[in-house]
Each structure stands twice: as C-alpha cells, then as structure tokens.
C-alpha cells in the first residue's frame, strides 16, 4: 500500500504542481518529475530541486532523488513548471 507521501507525489507529478517539504533536516522547492521504487523497494522521488536549502557541495537548481519515507512535512501547489 502505497504511503500518505507517496500518494501527494503521485498527484503532484500527474498535475504537474511544485512541491515543498523537509528531507534530511532541510526545508525543500522542487518539481517532482517521476516517482517509482527503487531497486531494493523503497519508494522514491526524482525531482528538479529549485529551491530551499541542499546538502553542501550540491548546487541549486539540480537533480535529486529522495526516498519518501524520509519526506516531512509535504505540501503540493501550483507554480511554474519546468
């Protein structure tokens, strides 16, 4: 059974909205792009990262993946698109 984030992600990459949420103790802007299972079966994001805050090295915008399992505090809403 797919989880509660899984769920918003799926819509969001369907309606093309932007996303926001917390991963890895840092606030996210992103446009998820695909959405599936990684190869040892957790559920995964890949998204064109805009905004908020990144891991050090990492510049923005750029590509990221996230599992959803470490997504907090996820909201979805109309933006621009890539």
Wanted: proline share 5%; aromatic share 14%; glycine share 12%.
């Amino acid at each position: 059974m797919p989880s509660v984030a899984y769920k918003i992600l799926w819509r969001a990459v369907r309606e093309h909205r932007q996303v926001t949420f917390v991963s890895g103790k840092k606030h996210r802007e992103a446009y998820p792009v695909i959405l599936g299972y990684s190869a040892d079966g957790e559920e995964t994001l890949f998204a064109y990262q805009v905004g908020g805050h990144t891991s050090p090295g990492n510049k923005l915008p750029g590509w990221r993946c996230f599992y959803a399992a470490g997504i907090r505090d996820l909201t979805s809403h109309k933006g621009g698109w890539l």
